[in-house]
């Protein structure tokens, strides 16, 4: 099963002027997953950009977390995405990003995850009653719906109503603008194409509504209301003290929507889908949900560690084959050395779960979904798997997510036997690796 370590890197730099911009956007999953014949690193040219995919685990752990110090997030990526998320924490560098990380790490710690639980249990719940015994269900988007609903109303404190329309749009325009299937999405936003006017309009609109909800927040806190400690309190109490300006704030809910809403609807309907299409597997979670009991009736119980192990391998094993961010990427500021290879300051390095959680060297048929994989310990490297990232930077929400999904799991499994409609899965890959289109399951209720 395992191959040889190339330790390799080849350039592919491909065709003039836009270097490998065409192959990438003709499929950007296929040519992740050709790097994994070059062992360490792939080279490549994205316009005028050197960049390297890191393809060996070790290669990633010296990025994200051994000399972490000597990468930031970079300029391709700031380009991207910089009107999107601005001076937000995902962005930030430095200090800037450590004094963030800090003021918000408190919405984030075990305890107060754990008390998010009854409104992810409620919202799994209510999307359970709104289907029917035999009825076919595009679970993209209910999931979509469904994750929005708990971030808005866990970390917001609000209930997203009538807002569902505006994010939803702004979403879809997101998604649209950075579809790495468009050879357009590796230019500037200010480039007034059809689809860019679009995205602006729908990113203004949204942040006006959400300039509005902040200063709601703001009128409570100083009428006398108790700030809570959802994180828009912390955030709006931060920028009353001074740590944080309004822009800053505004740009920080922009990215809280778009980092913990799409990506967990992701990891939710391919979970889904991968039961529906292994039967046995979804019976045997589904009985241990049914020896565990309903997580409506008890929450708390089943965001303790370990409460509902079968599921938190199937999210482990979902997770490694449909990473939602399946690409991420670091630019070093001083010429590294990484694995033997000199990588110049400037450059791009392509940091790729989708490459290596399907990588021979460390996964039997790494194609295959096998929850059953998790269960015992392996001597695969420690970054053969790494969904959320990894090091200082690692995903804030990363517990968040997981017992959201855990909960969700298993409160539709508790209630539906699921089957598939939508025969094999296939992608959109734009910022998140989001399924081409509706994933249909029918629904059989238990
Ligand atoms: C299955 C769901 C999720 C996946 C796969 C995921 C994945 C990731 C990854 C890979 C990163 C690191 C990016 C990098 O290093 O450049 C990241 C960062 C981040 N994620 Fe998530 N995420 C998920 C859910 C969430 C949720 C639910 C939230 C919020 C509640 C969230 C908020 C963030 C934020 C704010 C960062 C930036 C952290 C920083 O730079 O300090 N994510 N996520």
Known sequence: MRRDTRASTVDRSGVPLLGSVHRIAHDPLEFLGEAREYGDLMGYRVLRDRAHVVVHPDAVRTVLVDRDDAFRKGSMIRRQTGTLLGKGIFLAEGDDWRGQRTTMQPAFYREQVAAYGDVMVDHAASTAAGWEDGEVVDVAAAARDLTLGVLVEALFGLSPGEDRELVARAAEAIATRFDSRRVASFLPDW????????????????????????????????????????????????????????????????????????????????????????????????????????????????????????????????????????????????????????????????????????????????????????????????????????????????????????????????????????????????????????????????
């Open 191 to 446: 480039l007034p194409t059809p689809t860019n006017v679009r995205y602006r309009r729908a990113m203004g609109d949204l942040r006006a509504r959400l300039d509005e909800i902040i200063a709601e927040r703001r009128a409570a806190v100083e009428a006398g209301e108790l700030p809570g400690t959802d994180l828009l309190s912390i955030l709006v109490t931060a920028t009353d003290e001074g740590g944080m300006d309004d822009d800053t704030l505004r740009d920080n809910l922009v990215t809280f929507l778009f980092a913990g809403h799409e990506t967990s609807a992701i990891a939710l309907a391919c979970a889904l889908h991968a039961l529906a299409t292994h039967p046995d597997e979804q019976a045997t979670a589904a009985d241990r949900v049914a020896a565990f009991g309903d997580p409506a009736a008890d929450p708390a119980a089943a965001s303790e560690r370990d409460a509902l192990e079968a599921i938190d391998r199937v999210i482990d094993e979902a997770l490694r084959l449909y990473p939602p961010v399946y690409i991420f990427f670091r630019e070093p500021v001083e010429d590294v050395e990484i694995r033997g290879h000199r990588i110049p300051a400037g450059s791009t390095l392509s940091l790729s779960p989708w490459t290596c959680q399907r990588d021979p060297r460390w996964w039997d048929e790494p194609d295959a979904f096998r929850p059953g994989r998790w269960v015992g310990g392996s001597d695969r490297p420690e970054y053969a798997y790494f969904p959320f990232g990894g090091g200082p930077r690692a995903c804030i929400g990363a517990r968040f997510a997981r017992l959201e999904l855990r909960l969700v799991l298993a409160t539709l499994l508790s209630r539906y036997r699921f089957e598939p409609v939508t025969g094999e899965l296939s992608f959109a890959p734009s910022a998140n690796l989001r399924p081409d289109g509706s994933v249909r399951l029918r629904v059989h209720g238990r």
